[in-house]
């Protein structure tokens, strides 16, 4: 997390003088979008510098600063609005995945790289509390909502929005997938993830995962592009 999105987050109300608020916010002018965010020493340093030449109610104290923007962001999360860029950017991802998914009952589909499907990339399923189950196809604003409530982990670029269609279970599958170059990295990532296979995303088809798993799962999938 960059210093200025730490930073920047105490405006959402947190700090009870305007004068501060303002010091701030002209130091720190660029808004993260829609990230919850965290405290460091770094973030303490760069607003100690940022701040050291004017005139501010905030005590110049690196240790003071530190516990007070700690008191701040644990005492809730912090997420700010996301921005009209990024909701252009993940609407245009959810179109291209809504519509493979129709077509094929699969995609996997990046913010920054768009369709995965065809690329010497390898899709695993990492974060089995993120993945939502739908009866029926999930809908564009279904996935969009998805897509919007996985932003921490969508803005990795390893990572993908992918959907698949479960047919044992004939359930449609909504997830977040980390995507390698390395076959032998997303077995690795599977096996320790408790999945039962990988995705080939340039050979469009599954890699099973051949070691025992403890506490295996049937239902668990890794997801992928058709």
């Known amino acids: 997390m960059r210093p200025t999105d730490t930073t920047r987050a105490i405006l ?18 660029v808004a993260p979008s829609g990230l919850q965010l965290t405290c460091s020493d770094s973030v303490t340093n760069e607003l100690m ?15 003071a600063l530190t516990k007070f923007l700690d008191s701040i962001l644990s005492s809730a999360a912090i997420t700010l609005p996301i921005s009209d860029a990024m909701l252009s950017c993940i609407a245009g991802a959810v179109s ?9 009952n699969g995609s996997t589909v ?11 990339f390898f899709a695993v399923s990492i974060y089995p509390a993120r993945k939502i189950e739908f009866w029926e196809r999930p809908s564009w604003q279904e996935l969009f909502e998805f897509a919007k409530a996985n ?15 479960n ?3 004939c359930l449609h599958i909504a997830d977040v997938v980390a995507c390698t170059p390395d076959r032998d990295a997303a077995v690795g990532l599977g096996l320790r993830a408790d999945q039962e296979a990988v995705f080939d995303l340039e050979a469009r088809r599954e890699i099973p995962i051949p070691l025992p798993r403890q506490g295996f799962n049937a239902n668990q999938h890794t997801g992928g592009a058709q």
């Not at 291209?96 to 094929?104: F, G, K, M, V």
């Not at 921490?152 to 698949?164: E, H, I, V």
């Open 12 to 29: 959402a109300s947190e700090l009870p003088n305007p004068e501060a608020r303002g010091l701030i916010c002209q130091a720190f002018p």
């Open 49 to 63: 510098r940022r701040l050291s030449d004017r005139r501010s109610c905030i005590p110049l104290n690196h240790n």
């Open 96 to 104: 291209t995945s809504h519509d493979l998914h129709n077509r094929t």
């Open 110 to 120: 990046s913010l920054a790289y768009g369709s995965m499907a065809g690329k010497n």
């Open 151 to 165: 932003l921490d982990l969508l803005l990795k670029p390893n990572c993908a929005l992918s959907t698949w269609f």
């Open 167 to 169: 047919d044992r279970e």
